[in-house]
């Protein structure tokens, strides 16, 4: 069962359209990687399936149950969120801010302190939160989120602040939550920071949604180019001459964008002109560059 | 489970641990009591009607500007927090619903104003027994519109939150609060005793006025007088905290 779905969800500012069209479909107890560059809509999406933001066109269903200012309170319940800066009163310790959000929300200690302990902010309690690092308001923030026992969490860029171990914490972190059944959306403009701790993505480019789907869905959608070891790569370039677009490197010939049927009536047509063939190959892509391929060079 | 009115105003008032709203709900009405004495004492002046003298020179132009005034900035303060870093997103994705949250934000404002006047009851005491040597004590009628000054202040409290949860701007607020302490004191002067039921700033002051024979007040403590009052603040609050809470229940948070 899907936790999110959504259904053309758009918002528009007069002519400008700021997210279009967007079918999400997030499955319970995943961690979903919502990708995208800066200002691609991620934080708009997000704040509209949090009714934040009232969608332009569009539904957003949340377990089942429309999500809308009918009855967002009633679902906001079961949801912990995280958009763009953490919360907290400056003036107040984190300690404090958390009995706030104890008393308004009607938790018990127990589940303040586990939400304490996930973050690991239990030795910064006493601190008043205007003394925190960016890294610390996050935690306290993440913990806020964590505190009501949700069973979907939607963090914005929680990663924002923190220091490389910092950020595996929070991958951890989001894994084991996922691992009991809590769905975790989290947004990052930078794959590498939630790549290792995702099993589900959405590509975001221009408010469009470029992919999306599982891990390896996602290789799947981004064809890697075959590479065809030969002696004479020129000649059998030659071979393929304006019918693909081919690229000699070294001993190489690279052909991108070809799916395995095309891959084999080409080796069959390189054989059949009697061009030396002793290797085909697919060549091996990381997730950042199935990344790169999907948002044309991270430049969308 | 739908958090209950009593424990988001617990978390309101949790909120204002360490805030700067004490000191003005503390300073604003000592300096006014003890400046209106001062004046007294300098211009060597004998209270000629005792206790009733001293509540007039405390409370009259207290009651016109500095106290309308105070109650924008302490909603102003309030607020202040709300709009900060992710605060706003936080408070908006709680299952608070809004009408609590303006509520909340309504009687927390409201209790540090009636804070305000119980500091102000207390200092015309101590400067009366202590710097004047007054007999007796303050009559029952100032205890009485004390307390109707702690309902007083509610409709203003709602308006100035509304104001301060609309706007991120701290000075905006406070600057309608002082232009609706100027109309209610020309309305007040020119008699319009219809304004109370119009203009929450125009109550506040009126209420302040009572017993005290100025600005239209027949310096007596009516019955009729005192539910006025009651019935124009119970109206005027509910009516801009439901305006508020469907204003607020539409909007959307920034993008």
Known sequence: MDTVTTVNLTKSYGRQAVVQGLDLRIPQGCVYGFLGPNGSGKSTTMKMLLSLVQPSAGEVHIMGEPMNRRTRRRQLARIGSLIEAPPGYGHLTGGENLRLVQRSLGLDEAQVNRAVQAVRLDKQLDKKVANYSLGMKQRLGIAMALAREPRLLILDEPTNGLDPAGIEEIRELLRRLASRGVTVMVSSHLLGEIDKAADHFGILAEGRLLFQGSREQLFAAAVPDVLIDTPEPRQASAVLDGRLTTRVEGGSLRIGGIDNRVTARVVADLVGAGAPIYGVRREEQSLEDVFMTLTAGGRL | ?255
């Open chain 2, 1 to 255: 489970m739908t958090p209950s009115l009593s424990a988001v105003l617990g978390t309101e008032l949790g909120k204002l641990k360490r805030s700067l709203s004490w000191s003005i709900v503390v300073l604003l009405p000592l300096v006014m009591v003890f400046a209106g004495s001062f004046m007294t004492l300098v211009s060597q002046q004998q209270l000629a009607d005792g206790w009733h003298t001293l509540w007039l020179r405390s409370v009259v132009f207290y009651g016109l500007f500095p106290l309308t005034l105070g109650l924008g900035i302490l909603a102003s303060l309030v607020w202040r927090p709300e709009h900060r870093g992710g605060n706003w997103n936080a408070l908006m994705s709680t299952p608070v619903p809004t009408l609590r949250i303006v509520l909340a934000k309504t009687l927390a404002i409201a209790l540090l104003g009636a804070v305000m006047q119980l500091v102000l009851l207390i200092a015309v005491v101590v400067t009366g027994k202590l710097l004047f040597g007054l007999p007796g004590l303050l009559p029952p009628r100032y205890l009485l519109v004390t307390a109707l000054l702690v309902v007083a202040v509610l409709p203003v409290a709602a308006v100035q939150s509304a104001l301060s949860m609309t706007f991120r701007s701290f000075a905006a607020p406070v600057a309608v609060a002082l232009v609706g302490a100027g109309i209610a004191a020309v309305a007040l002067a020119a008699e319009l005793g219809g304004v109370i039921f119009v203009l929450p700033h125009a109550l506040t002051a009126r209420a302040t006025q009572l017993a005290t024979g100025t600005f239209g007040d027949s310096g007596q403590l009516t019955a009729g007088g005192s539910l006025a009052i009651v019935c124009a603040s119970a109206v005027l609050t509910l009516l801009v905290v439901a305006l508020a809470t469907r204003f607020q229940e539409r909007r959307d948070v920034r993008v």
